[in-house]
């Protein structure tokens, strides 16, 4: 009877650790869906926004738009010429929120 005692709490001890390990191991799975989703708040924006004058991939240069795969300007610098705009860009302060230029800038980033 004790022996069966102890291996239960042996078990329920396995349990667990198992569980634990479990809860550890799944951290980076969250933060990296975390990562894919603000990529994709970007995307999202960049279609709403700026598709219109640069085009799904950024190539399309229409209202005189520049290629953004060709362009050579920061995160930071893309950050301000999103916020003021620049000749027949629209400048979109107000628009769209801090977090919404710094995601759509980064997104602006990934294209190539
Ligand atoms: C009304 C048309 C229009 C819209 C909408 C627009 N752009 Fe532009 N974009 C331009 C024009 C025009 C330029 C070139 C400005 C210049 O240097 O004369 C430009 C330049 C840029 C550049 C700089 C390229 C370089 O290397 O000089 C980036 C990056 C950019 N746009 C990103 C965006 C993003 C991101 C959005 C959406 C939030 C957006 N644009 C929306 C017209 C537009």
């Known amino acids: 009877m004790k022996l069966r005692i102890t291996v239960a709490f042996f078990l329920f001890g ?3 650790i198992a569980c634990s390990e479990n809860k550890v191991r799944n951290q ?4 990296s869906l975390k990562t894919t989703s603000s990529i994709s708040v970007g995307e999202q924006i960049y279609d709403k926004y700026c ?3 640069h085009g799904k991939d950024g190539k399309l240069g229409l209202n005189g738009a520049k290629d953004i795969t060709a362009s050579v300007l920061t995160l930071e610098e893309r950050i301000l010429l999103i916020k003021n705009g620049k000749n027949t860009m629209t ?3 107000g628009i769209l929120s801090e977090e919404e230029i710094k995601a759509v800038a980064r997104y602006s980033m990934s294209l190539q």
């Open 14 to 16: 396995i349990f667990l």
């Open 28 to 31: 980076p799975d969250e933060a």
């Open 51 to 53: 598709k219109l004058c």
């Open 91 to 93: 400048p979109f302060e």
